[in-house]
């Protein structure tokens, strides 16, 4: 059974910092590329960044360029993302997706978890 599950969100204050864990179950994570994606509380779902299977190549949309890091552990068959330098626009519950075919489509989605930026 394929299943990912985040963690590590939480209350942070404005210029902290979070480390997310997606920890993959039934699949590999270095045979697919894992996106991390967020949505805002009326927004829509944006991509924030992704890791490719074919050649570990990341991508990360503008506003997190600089401050957020994806990575890969084979070993733990999980995937980070880690978030510096936090603003109040990044509280959004984010999600984890896998793809088997690239960074541009996912076919398994986790729960999510709340990243919450606030004094």
């Known amino acids: 059974q394929v299943q990912l599950v985040e963690s590590g969100g939480g209350l942070v204050q404005p210029g902290g910092s979070l480390r997310l864990s997606c920890a993959a179950s039934?699949?590999?994570?270095?045979?697919?590329?894992i996106g991390w994606f967020r949505q805002a509380p009326g927004k829509e779902r944006e991509g924030v960044s992704c890791?490719?299977?074919?050649?570990?190549?990341?991508y990360y949309r503008d506003s997190v360029r600089g401050r957020f890091t994806i990575s890969r552990d084979n070993a733990k068959n999980t995937v980070y993302l880690q978030m510096n330098s936090l603003k109040p626009e990044d509280t959004a519950v984010y999600y984890c997706?896998?793809?088997?075919?690239?960074?541009?489509?996912?076919?398994?989605w986790g729960q999510g978890t709340l990243v919450t930026v606030s004094e």
């Open positions: 039934g699949f590999t994570v270095d045979y697919y590329s």
């Open positions: 890791i490719s299977s074919s050649d570990g190549n990341t």
């Open positions: 997706a896998a793809g088997k075919t690239g960074c541009h489509q996912f076919e398994y």
